[in-house]
């Protein structure tokens, strides 16, 4: 009987593990993040959406730059993060944080831009949700990254996508 209780109790706990493990899936985020380097600086960009979604998706772009592993102090950081519902006659809706910019490039896409020049000048972060529409097969996320670290060492725009380009 002990060893039919440990059986049961192991099988039990099997499939509670596999059913946390597939209720935890949906929670997965689409991601991608890309580090270019030039002499004592570098530059991270970031781009993260939702898993999976049923009317809203929440999504964040960054960019950040540091010297060895330290933020790094710019002029400027910058973040674009392009958002994109695919599929056939798609629509998408924005939000974002209060600093950022939109622009809406068609019925599908936007553009959400920061160029921080403020007080914690290694970062630009931008966020927000997408809310595409019934049509929308995917969504995707494309963050492009720049700096000025000083008058003479800039990074030129580089860009990360999340979910299918």
């Known amino acids: 009987m002990r060893t039919l209780s440990r059986l049961a109790s192991g099988g039990a706990a099997a499939v509670a593990a596999g059913a946390l493990l597939f209720a935890a899936a949906p929670a997965h985020a689409t991601s991608s993040s890309g580090t270019w380097g030039i002499p004592g600086h ?9 898993g999976s979604y049923v009317s809203t998706c929440d ?6 730059v540091y010297k060895g592993t330290a933020h790094d102090s710019a002029q400027w950081v910058q973040n674009r993060a392009i958002l994109t519902a695919h599929g056939i006659s798609v629509s998408l809706t924005i939000s974002k944080n209060p600093e950022a910019t939109l622009k809406m490039t068609s019925k599908s896409q936007g553009e959400v831009r920061w160029k921080n020049y403020g007080g914690n000048k290694w970062i630009a972060d931008t966020y ?38």
Not at 59 to 64: D, G
């Open 128 to 165: 927000g949700q997408m809310k595409p529409s019934s049509l929308t097969v995917y969504v995707s996320t494309k963050s492009c990254g720049s700096a000025q670290i000083t008058s003479s060492i800039k990074f030129t725009e580089k860009c990360v996508t999340a979910g299918a380009a």
């Open 42 to 50: 570098k530059m991270q960009v970031n781009a993260w959406h939702c």
């Open 59 to 64: 999504w964040k772009a960054s960019t950040k």
